[in-house]
Nanobody
Framework: EVQLVESGGGLVQPGGSLRLSCAASGFVFDDYAMTWVRQAPGKGLEWVSTITTFGGTIYATSARGRFTISRDNAKNTVYLQMNSLKPEDAAVYYC?????????WGQGTQVTVSS
């Protein structure tokens, strides 16, 4: 059974940093790209970043230059380092696995950016 468990969210002041983690199990982690998606209050899902099996990374314009996605295949974990956070980054952040047959989501972790 695929499981994705996010952690690391919380309350941070504008300009601050957070590192999100997503612990994965139930599949061969090394074989799949992993993605972070967020949803702000009252808004739709927004793709944030994806890391490929080889460590290649792509970012949404809103995240580029401030966020860094990484993965540790030995720990079956994907990370999202978020720096220079802005109020508009406040959202529930989800880890997502896309396979040929299905998409899998974690439960999400809340990020609040406020002074």
């Amino acid at each position: 059974e695929v499981q994705l468990v996010e952690s690391g969210g919380g309350l941070v002041q504008p300009g601050g940093s957070l590192r999100l983690s997503c612990a994965a199990s139930g599949f061969v982690f090394d074989d799949y790209a992993m993605t972070w998606v967020r949803q702000a209050p009252g808004k739709g899902l927004e793709w944030v970043s994806t890391i490929t099996t080889f460590g290649g990374t792509i970012y949404a314009t809103s995240a580029r230059g401030r966020f860094t996605i990484s993965r540790d295949n030995a720990k079956n974990t994907v990370y999202l380092q978020m720096n220079s956070l802005k109020p508009e980054d406040a959202a529930v952040y989800y880890c997502k696995l896309e396979t040929a047959n299905n998409d899998y989501w974690g439960q999400g972790t809340q990020v609040t950016v406020s002074s």
